[in-house]
Antibody, heavy 117, light 108 residues
Framework: EEQVVESGGGLVQPGGSLRLSCRAS????????MNWVRQAPGKGLEWIAS????????LYADSVKGRFTISRDNAKNSLYLQMNSLRFEDTTVYYC??????????WGRGTLVTVSS | SYVLTQPPSVSVAPGETARLTCGGN??????VHWYQQKPGQAPLMVIF???DRPSGIPERFSGSNSGNMATLTISRVEAGDEADYFC???????????FGIGTKLTVL
């Protein structure tokens, strides 16, 4: 079964850092673009970062550019999101999503990040 | 950046047809994808490339794209179709993925 599972969420103070992980299984990880998409409670979806299969293309939404870093380890079938300088408005559920068709065809269940003092 | 416009809510009776719209400037030139999200669950792709269905998605779900409007049509609506529906495109002018704000489908 194809799946992606996020981990690493939790409570962090404003200005702090957190690293999210996403472990993929059931498909050939290194042939797909991978993404992070977030959703604030009761709000819509916001794409925040994308990394191509061989890491040659990395893209960020303006809201996180310069603060977040997406990376992947194809040998470990894993995707990461390093989040620095966290703000209250970064409090959301973070989804790992597989890229396909210039969309997202496989999603994890998400991990909640809460930025609070 | 590119903007997608969706109505906040649509209501339909069971067995009827729901039409959810997604507006964007010359959206016909873009590939539109649709996602269903039920409470407490991750989004699920239900339509890709305007009108194609991923494996496992019922034929009741269909899509179209013309001019400045894309539409997700759900025929013979069931109670289990009640969810939020988001449209999404790739904006190659900004190299960003863009989502609409979502439409809450209520089955009366």
């Amino acid at each position: 079964e194809e799946q992606v599972v996020e981990s690493g969420g939790g409570l962090v103070q404003p200005g702090g850092s957190l690293r999210l992980s996403c472990r993929a299984s059931g498909f050939i990880f290194d042939t797909y673009e991978m993404n992070w998409v977030r959703q604030a409670p009761g709000k819509g979806l916001e794409w925040i970062a994308s990394i191509s299969d061989r890491r040659s293309i990395i893209l960020y939404a303006d809201s996180v550019k310069g603060r977040f870093t997406i990376s992947r380890d194809n040998a470990k079938n894993s995707l990461y999101l390093q989040m620095n300088s966290l703000r209250f408005e970064d409090t959301t559920v973070y989804y790992c999503a597989r890229g396909r068709y210039r969309g997202f065809d496989l999603w994890g269940r998400g991990t909640l990040v809460t930025v609070s003092s | 950046s590119y903007v997608l416009t969706q109505p906040p809510s649509v209501s339909v009776a069971p067995g009827e047809t729901a039409r959810l719209t997604c507006g964007g400037n010359d959206i016909v030139t873009k590939n539109v994808h649709w996602y269903q999200q039920k409470p407490g669950q991750a989004p699920l792709m239900v339509i890709f490339y305007d009108k194609d269905r991923p494996s496992g998605i019922p034929e009741r779900f269909s899509g179209s794209n013309s001019g400045n409007m894309a539409t997700l049509t759900i025929s013979r609506v069931e109670a289990g179709d009640e969810a939020d529906y988001f449209c999404q495109v790739w904006d190659d002018s900004s190299d960003h993925y863009v989502f609409g704000i979502g439409t809450k489908l209520t089955v009366l």
